[in-house]
């Protein structure tokens, strides 16, 4: 089955600097990789979505690439703001389409 | 447009009682999940449901867990006898198409 990888567990960083977590997957077959943000006692909630079919994509301070070739994919935030505190969970669907998880990124940014 | 309801929110109970969950997706959405979510881990796909049958439960402790979803909407997740291993929170989610949505979770403790 599809096994998820990702980098680093926690991250750190200065207000107005970038953040990036890298994901790595096993199946080649994956072809839907979703980001969830997770707020302390809340429920994940997507805040990003690649499909096989493309590079890369964009919305507004979010980013996210995929490389099929070496199976990875990375989030990248800009201008971080306290607000984007919390714990990002990378996903890949395996060849039954079932969903699966990064073990997440604790991001902190300080002011 | 309303999200995935789940209750009780919280519960706290004794290793070997019992415990139900209870799920109410996203109006139309054939795909319902159950997950569950160890503090510091990502979700962990319990069982899966299109409509009301299973399509994935391979991850669910069957000696002690079972779900359903008779009418092919809501759906109860049991846990019978519980462990203290089993202390998580059990997402719901459901989906119409790839993108997933969760519910708020039920925060279990078995103490």
């Known amino acids: 089955g599809e096994n998820v990888e990702q980098h680093p567990s926690t991250l750190s960083v200065q207000e107005g600097d970038s953040a990036v977590i890298k994901c790595t997957y096993s199946d080649s077959a994956s072809n839907y990789f979703p980001w969830y943000k997770q707020e302390l006692g809340k429920r994940p909630q997507l805040i990003i979505d690649?499909?096989?079919?493309?590079g890369e994509k964009k919305d507004q301070r979010i980013a996210v690439t995929l490389n099929k070739t070496a199976k990875h994919f990375s989030l990248h935030i800009t201008e971080t703001q306290p607000e984007d505190s919390a714990v990002y969970f990378c996903a890949a669907t395996d060849s039954w389409g079932k969903l699966q998880f990064g073990a997440g990124t604790q991001v902190v940014v300080t002011p | 447009e309303a999200g995935v309801a789940q209750s009780p929110r919280y519960k706290i109970i004794e290793k070997r009682q019992s415990v139900a969950f209870w799920c109410n997706p996203i109006?139309?959405?054939?795909?319902l999940y159950w997950y569950q979510q160890i503090l510091g881990q990502g979700p962990k796909l319990l069982i899966q449901?299109?409509?009301?049958?299973?399509?994935?439960d391979s991850q669910l402790p069957k000696d002690r867990f079972s779900a359903e979803r008779l009418k092919g909407v809501d759906s109860t997740l049991k846990i019978q006898p519980a462990k203290l291993e089993d202390s998580a929170v059990y997402l719901c989610?459901?989906?119409?198409?790839?993108?997933?949505?969760f519910g708020e979770g039920s925060w279990l403790t078995v103490v």
């Open positions: 109006s139309g959405h054939a795909t």
């Open positions: 449901f299109q409509n009301n049958g299973v399509v994935d």
């Open positions: 690649i499909r096989s079919n493309v």
């Open positions: 989610a459901s989906s119409s198409g790839d993108t997933i949505y």
